[in-house]
């Protein structure tokens, strides 16, 4: 009975502790991992979303660059962190992929979810030249003959490429019959595509917009259920197959597994008021960035659709350990 009370008053003790924890939260400085390096895409979402929460919990928001591993050294310190929630994370779509490619042991589940901020759909782009003017003449041309063209715009398994991937498998062509050329990232690939070495290009509409303006490349289409308002003159897949595809690459704040439900509930109610702002929201638009909201539950359920849809890809790509 004596060591039955014991527990059970060490019990009662640790729930009082984290109460108090929660209810003085934040009561000294937040850290910020971002997993990417400082002046990229990521580093300027996380430092203006830094700048609003610092605003909005009254306490300073550091952003910490982390990087190294694509991704995987900021995501892991993420990981490793004392769940208190004064180390955070701006934890990006590579999270539902390091565990199926086997870059790494980490996946959503090693996270506490608290707010969903960003998605950039894939774009599915081709040379303004292209004989294919339509999303069907493409993926036609694709059906009947898939190994005679190829795709770039990424490294193997990137966010992009999987999306893009997916896509072709989800319309009935096996994405390893089409050639991928690898790139470090978007803009060699767009130069390719606009010289002609390439015939496919998948990247972020924001990447493409400038050569689009100038008329060397075309976006078929968006890979989405609904247009993209900042480009809705681009048609989303969905309306020209009829058939639903949505992914992309994401970002979203995230802190360590077993975060308190107190302090999770705070930060995603200051989170949602920054996402809200006219700074924030005028900011993401400047750049071209698509702003979507998901509370901590919804964030879960999203990164649990796009962990199953990456493995299933990269499994069809022969990509996995």
């Not at 694709?142 to 490429?161: C, E, I, Q, R």
């Not at 595809?245 to 200051?270: D, K």
Request: charged share 20%.
């Amino acid at each position: 009975m004596r060591k039955l009370s014991q527990v059970l008053c060490a019990s009662v003790l640790t729930l009082s502790a984290s109460a108090v924890m929660a209810a003085d939260y934040p009561y000294k400085p937040i850290t910020l991992i971002v997993p990417w390096s400082a002046g990229g895409g990521t580093d300027a979402v996380g430092r203006q979303l830094a700048a609003g929460l610092q605003e909005e919990l009254g306490q300073p928001v550091n952003v910490v660059n982390k990087t190294g591993g694509s991704g995987v050294v900021g995501h892991m310190a993420m990981k490793m962190a004392r769940p208190d929630g004064y180390t955070l994370g701006l934890g990006t779509a590579e999270i539902a992929t390091y565990q199926h490619i086997g870059t790494a042991q980490l996946s959503y589940e090693d996270f506490t979810p608290i707010a969903l901020l960003n998605l950039d759909y894939a774009s599915f782009t081709v040379n303004a030249d292209s004989e294919w003017k339509t999303l069907d003449d493409a993926l036609s041309a694709l059906k009947a003959n898939p190994s005679d063209y190829t795709v770039s715009g990424s490294a193997p398994g990137a966010a992009y490429h999987l999306s893009f991937a997916g896509f072709l498998d989800q319309q009935g062509i096996n994405p390893n019959d089409v050639t991928l050329v690898p790139s470090e990232g978007a803009a060699p690939g767009l130069q390719e595509l606009a010289a002609g070495g390439v015939d496919i290009v998948f990247s972020s509409l924001p990447e493409i917009e400038s050569m689009r303006q100038s008329g060397r490349v075309k976006a078929l289409a968006v890979l989405a259920n609904e247009r993209v308002d900042s480009f809705d003159d681009i048609p989303s897949a969905k309306e020209l197959t009829g058939s639903e595809w949505s992914q992309g690459s994401w970002r979203g704040l995230v802190g360590p597994e077993g975060l308190p439900e107190e302090v999770t509930a705070r930060l995603s109610e200051a989170t949602e008021k920054v996402w809200k702002s006219e700074q924030f929201q005028d900011f993401m638009a400047s750049r071209g960035y698509g702003t979507v909201w998901e509370d901590a539950e919804g964030f879960r359920a999203f990164m649990k659709d796009q962990d199953e849809k990456n493995a299933a890809t990269i499994e069809k790509l022969g990509l996995a350990n």
